[in-house]
């Protein structure tokens, strides 16, 4: 089906794909304001502007929002990347008018009411205490950390200082600079007209008054290591390295590669760390990417005895990688990602997400087929060319449990 595009005077980007044969449509808002752009001792402070814009809107006191959303069936979801924060919703496509006026005053006219501060601080609180109790989500959160550039590596969560600290001015002010109509992206998915939802888009959000921003200075790669503490009897491991930007013209043969090494059962890191050795619960790793930089993130769960050989068995397989991948195991992964592409056309909510991020990343929407065609493009050759010239390197360790590792030659 066709994608549409069109940019307003105000700089927001509207891109929608038609889906005629659901009943449903869905849309999603990436508003260009997200960790990374919380100052240095205010972390947290776009996570509780988000929360703060769903405690009543326009007219709309908090209780009031929310049966207005269940009398019209609409599901919602937000959250906050380093980059973006995310508006997304769900409904009956004869209700996608009324959603998009109800967007209208969440993202323009947010009460942000002083009375509802404390509240919204103490949902931040308990999100960030639970991560002492998600110890996966603890050591991911220090990995992006250390591996990153400042301030791309900053946690959405903030920490305890800040977030107590966090005032309602502050909020506003946050609110804005960042919710804004130039770097909004709005995608569309599901069955709609585009004339009527250009139209709705246009009265809703057409007189939104551009705002001035800078973009954070960046500070320098890292290669990383560290350990965090944890009276258990389990082991956590996080490793990172640099690849390539979903944006750079052989971001699919290093995402070819990631996929052998993890997709599946029958990958690498899977069959020779738990299958063979029995040395871990969970392990695997997947393709990361921010505007200006792509990474290969790698987890593992294991006992605190098995650590270091996991650790071990895990760079063994990095380094590896390098050596080149077989047709069989392509293969394989074809397969998978083609049934994962098949399964993405009967979701329009993760369709309507892929467009406004395909667009972020390369101002224009990849459809589906090209997805395919490049898929096929795929071969043991074009990887293994790929492969040679970026080898798995420059490894950005953390772990978590009683007691630290030992990093292999590899590493060091």
């Not at 009375?115 to 308990?126: G, I, K, N, T």
């Not at 959405?156 to 977030?163: A, I, M, V, Y």
């Not at 392509?330 to 406004?356: F, V, Y």
């Amino acid at each position: 089906m066709p994608i549409h595009e069109y940019r307003y005077p105000n700089g927001l980007v509207l891109v929608a794909e038609s889906m005629q044969s659901v009943e449903s449509v869905a849309f999603t808002f990436l508003l260009p304001i997200g960790a990374a752009y919380d100052p240095a001792d205010r972390g947290g402070l776009t996570s509780m502007t988000c929360e703060m814009a769903l405690r009543g809107c326009g007219n709309l006191d908090s209780r009031q929002y929310v049966e207005q959303l269940e009398s019209l069936g609409i599901e919602t979801g937000e959250s906050v990347s380093v980059s973006h924060t995310c508006y997304r919703a769900a409904m009956l496509a004869e209700h996608l008018g009324e959603s998009i006026q109800l967007f209208g005053d969440l993202l323009r006219r947010p009460r942000l009411p002083l009375d509802e501060l404390e509240s919204s601080r103490q949902v931040a609180l308990q999100e960030f205490r639970a991560l002492d109790d998600e110890l996966v989500q603890k050591i991911m959160v220090a990995l992006r950390r250390g591996h990153y550039p400042t301030p791309w590596g900053q946690s959405h969560h903030g920490n305890l200082s800040s977030l107590n600290q966090i005032s309602l001015e502050e909020i506003r002010n946050q609110f804005a600079c960042g919710y804004r109509p130039n770097g909004t992206i709005l995608g569309v998915a599901g069955k709609f007209c585009w004339d009527e939802l250009q139209e709705t888009v246009g009265e809703v959000f057409g007189d939104w008054k551009p705002g001035d921003w800078s973009e954070p200075e960046e500070g320098d790669l890292k290669i990383y290591r560290d350990h965090l503490d944890h009276d258990s009897s389990q082991t956590q491991i996080a490793l990172a390295y640099p690849s390539l930007p979903y944006k750079h013209e052989d971001y699919f043969q290093a995402w070819g590669a990631v996929g052998v090494l993890s997709e599946g059962s029958s990958s690498r890191l899977f069959t020779e760390v738990r299958e063979k050795r029995g040395l871990c619960y969970s392990v695997g790793a997947s393709m990361r990417s921010l505007r200006a930089h792509g990474s290969v993130f790698c987890h593992a769960g294991t006992t605190a005895e098995r650590a270091q050989e996991t650790l071990e068995v895990m760079i063994a397989e990095l380094v590896k990688l390098s050596q080149g991948i077989e047709s069989e195991e392509l293969d394989r992964l074809k397969a998978k990602m083609k049934s994962s592409l098949i399964m993405s056309q009967e979701s329009s909510m993760a369709r309507a997400g892929a467009l406004a991020r395909d667009w972020y990343h390369l101002e224009r929407v990849r459809s589906l087929d090209e997805i395919a065609e490049r898929v096929d493009a795929l071969s043991p050759t074009s990887i293994n060319r790929y492969l040679a010239q970026h080898p798995p390197t420059d490894f950005t360790v953390v772990t978590l449990g009683p007691q630290p590792l030992e990093m292999p030659d590899a590493v060091s």
